[in-house]
């Protein structure tokens, strides 16, 4: 079955930095790569995704990318912004509809 | 908003008692998913339901729990005779019929075994 490794498993950036969080797949057969961000006490929230027929895709201060002969995929969030602090997940998901979650990135934007 | 909801949002049971948690998918959305997420881990997949349907239980432990999608009223993951190592925050998703690529997420409910 499919497996997601995530890195960093913390991370701290200063406000208006730049962070990226990568992650690495297995099941060659994904095709979708959603992104969650998730904040203290609340579900996780869908903030961008990538299917696998584009390489790359943004939106205003986040962007995902691709590499689909790697296995490899990444968030970007440039200037980043208090509100940023928060714990992100990667996943993956493959036709039969399961999403398989990374362990969570904890970022942190020091002030 | 009509998002996911769930309930309840705590939940504090004793060992051997059971627990139920209950999810209604966003307006439009006949797929249900539950997963677990265990302090400082990522969410693990349980069940994916349909109405009326269980589509992939393959993360559900084999015994104590059982998930429901009636044709009528919300989704219910039920958990009998828990245990500590129930203790977990369990998150509910839901997704558009033919969309199961998006999917959703509720509040959570946070269940504390004593």
């Known amino acids: 079955g499919e497996n997601v490794e995530q890195h960093p498993s913390t991370l701290s950036v200063q406000e208006g930095d730049s962070a990226v969080i990568k992650c690495t797949y297995s099941?060659?057969?994904?095709?979708?790569f959603p992104w969650y961000k998730q904040e203290l006490g609340k579900g996780p929230q869908l903030i961008i995704d990538i299917r696998s027929n584009v390489g790359e895709k943004k939106d205003q201060r986040i962007a995902v990318t691709l590499n689909k002969t790697a296995k490899h995929f990444s968030l970007h969030i440039t200037e980043t912004q208090p509100e940023d602090s928060a714990v992100y997940f990667c996943a993956a998901s493959s036709r039969d509809d399961k999403i398989i979650f990374g362990k969570g990135t904890r970022l942190h934007i020091l002030p | 908003n009509a998002g996911v909801m769930q309930n309840p949002r705590h939940l504090v049971r004793r060992r051997g008692q059971e627990a139920r948690l209950r999810c209604s998918p966003m307006?439009?959305?006949?797929?249900v998913y539950w997963y677990r997420q265990l302090p400082e881990e990522g969410l693990k997949f349980m069940v994916y339901?349909?109405?009326?349907?269980?589509?992939?239980e393959s993360g559900m432990p084999k015994e104590r729990f059982s998930a429901e999608f009636p044709k009528e009223g919300p989704s219910i993951l039920r958990i009998q005779q828990v245990v500590r190592g129930d203790s977990a925050a369990y998150f509910c998703?839901?997704?558009?019929?033919?969309?199961?690529?998006?999917?959703?997420f509720g509040p959570g409910t946070r269940l504390t075994v004593t």
């Open positions: 307006k439009g959305h006949s797929h």
């Open positions: 099941d060659s057969a994904s095709n979708y």
């Open positions: 339901l349909q109405k009326e349907n269980i589509i992939d």
């Open positions: 998703a839901s997704s558009r019929e033919g969309g199961h690529y998006e999917q959703y």
